[in-house]
Structure formats: C-alpha cells, structure tokens
C-alpha cells in the first residue's frame, strides 16, 4: 500500500520496526537497577483470568517501567519538577528522519559519542546537503550485537551522548532523537543530565526556562538490525496514549522510493 507523505513516497506495506517490546519471558532488556517487567493474569478469588485456567478471556495486568523496560519516548519532564506528559506533546507522528551507524570513541574510560562522530558520520553518509530539512535522528551503535534486545544494562556503564553531541542535534533541527542505549547520559553522572538538558535546552528544572524544547522527544533502548542501511527514511513515532513523562513506543521507519533532493 503507498502513501505520499509529505512529499515523499513510501511503501506501508514494508515497516521497518525498530523497536524492542516489553516481555514476560525473562528475556527483557533492563536498565535503572529495575527487576524484570511483569504481565500475569488477573486473580479475584477461584477466579483467573487465562483461558487455560478456565476463564472465557485472557485478562492480564501489566507491571513495567517505560523507561527500563524496553523501548520508550520520553520529553522534556521526564526532568522538570513540574509534571508534563508525553502524551500531550506528539500531535504530529511521521517525521523525516537520518538513520547513521557510529561506532563510540573512548573517552577518560567511557564509550561516547561526540559532535564530531556525528559530523563525520553525516559526511560519510552524504545526508549533509539535506540534513536541515530532517527531523528525527536515529543512531545505531557498533557492535550492534543482537543482545542489545536483552542485555542488562544497571551496573555496566554503557555508552552515552556527550553535551556538544547533544547540543549539536539540537542546533541541528533534530527534534526527535532516537538511541539503541539505555540513555542519552552516563549511567552514573550524579544527577547532571548533561545530554538530557541540552536536547530540550533545558536550564531550570525547578522553575522551567521559556525558551526549552517542548516539541522535543529522546527515544532509547531502540534496536536497528544490521539489515537495515544507514540513510534518509520516513519515521512513524508511535506511543501509547499515557498520561506519563514517557510511554513505551513503536518507532517504524519506512523507506523513500522517490527520495531526491
């Protein structure tokens, strides 16, 4: 089935999902020292809510956090003091987005990646005669090995952002940045943020700056297969309509057949 979208012709009967689902098996990504999600039937009494158990329906209750637990879209209060919802923030959900592979450079111990990866891999790509006119930014990291679908990630100091990285996607025009990490920040950066604040331009989190970026959305714990190439696609943002800093999500990219610039 095509769809002109923007100006820009794809095909949506080929989704590209680049998302990570929660799960029940025990096989779930982790991060933020969290237990495994959990997702069993609802009990009242003799009652159970599973087919197999007798019930006419599979009834389920759910217990799992968006941000540890697979896939997820968060904005601008996942940090603020005050409450702002994600679901308040997407009003529009079909982006044009660069998808680039970068392998993170080691600094003072840690694994990040830098304004000048991100340069480097724009110019590699030959994205950079189009690159003001995209929205969402989606970065794969090397290796990209399968386990990035279960790894636990508490304790492990994954890679992560720097600040110029994130500032320059933000003076880029980015406003959705999508990451195969846990985190845009280090692991344990003692509350600072660093990446998180410059994205959303963030400079009081108790008393919120007018100028923050609240059309902006970081989306973590993706998975790109190898299969997929480096390039210019269009990105549906899809998330759950939760009344939360963030919502798990579905980001699917879909390939331009009509792509020129």
Known sequence: MKAQIRNFRVDLSKPLDISIPITADGQNPLAGYIEQPKIEPQVFGDWIGKVSEGSSTNFNNSFFN???HGTHTEWVGHITREFY???KCLTQFFFLAELLTIAPEERDGDLVISKKQLMLALEKSNSQDHF???EALIIRTLPN???KRHSNYSNTNPPYLTED?????KKSGIKHLLVDLPSVDKEKDEGKLLAHKAFWNVTDVA???ADARMDATIT???YVKDSIEDGTYVLNLQIASFENDASPSKPI???IENLHY
């Open 165 to 169: 990285a994130a500032n320059f996607c």
């Open 145 to 147: 090995a399968k386990s």
């Open 85 to 87: 919802s994600i679901n």
């Open 253 to 255: 990219l879909y390939a």
């Open 66 to 68: 968006p941000h540890g």
């Open 220 to 222: 973590e714990m993706i």
């Open 207 to 209: 008393n919120l700056n």
């Open 132 to 134: 003001e006119d995209t």
